[in-house]
T-cell receptor, first 118, second 114 residues
């Protein structure tokens, strides 16, 4: 089955530690995204990548870093500079639809990783 | 600028009752519209999408949505709610020349009373 996997499901970070969240997709999508979700605040875009070896900052990129070395993978590192990292992190990818002339892509999401601070 | 507004933060309905979740968008060109559902601790699942054509769109789990250009709305409906429909619902608009920019509303939390 095609889809997006995120690991781990839960992640604990100690003070001053960098942690990396994994995101893998086998949908053959070019674009991938990382969102942060806090209670009552909806989704906020951290980083996105439209193609391999390229990525752009989203609305809340400070304290985060990403890489896109492979089409299938878009790992997110939460650095020690991120002072309030406790949140639910969602990875997504987007790809073209099946309709003729359909330029707009559809976005699909992984199951999420919950990051907690010890 | 593109934006999506979901006016209702929280809605409570009785099981078996009908449901309508509101979504208003702001976008200068033809909008591409989506509804997603999120169960607690889970990722977002696509319910339905509107790109063009018939303004009444059918989705999974018995949901439908109607695009009204004159009202800049894309409201989600279900004739009879089940307890398993309790979740967070997000409306989104797709935009941009590349077709891969997305803007989300802040979500509506649905509680279903037995």
């Amino acid at each position: 089955d095609g889809g997006i996997t995120q690991s781990p499901k839960y992640l604990f970070r100690k003070e001053g530690q960098n942690v990396t969240l994994s995101c893998e997709q086998n949908l053959n999508h070019d674009a991938m995204y990382w969102y942060r979700q806090d209670p009552g605040q909806g989704l906020r875009l951290i980083y996105y990548s439209q193609i391999v070896n390229d990525f752009q900052k989203g609305d809340i990129a400070e304290g985060y870093s990403v890489s896109r070395e492979k089409k299938e993978s878009f790992p997110l590192t939460v650095t020690s500079a991120q002072k309030n990292p406790t949140a639910f992190y969602l990875c997504a990818s987007s790809g073209p639809g099946q309709g003729a002339g359909e330029t707009q892509e559809t976005q699909y999401f992984g199951p999420g990783t919950r990051l907690l601070v010890l | 600028a593109q934006s999506v507004t979901q006016p209702d933060i929280h809605i409570t309905v009785s099981e078996g009752a009908s449901l309508e979740l509101r979504c208003n968008y702001s976008y200068g060109a033809t909008p591409y519209l989506f509804w997603y559902v999120q169960s607690p601790g889970q990722g977002l699942q696509l319910l339905l999408k509107y790109f063009s054509g018939d303004t009444l769109v059918q989705g999974i789990k018995g949901f439908e949505a109607e695009f009204k250009r004159s009202q800049s709305s894309f409201n989600l409906r279900k004739p009879s709610v089940h307890w398993s429909d309790a979740a967070e619902y997000f409306c989104a608009v797709g935009a941009g020349f590349t077709g891969n920019q997305f803007y989300f509303g802040t979500g509506t939390s649905l509680t279903v009373i037995p």
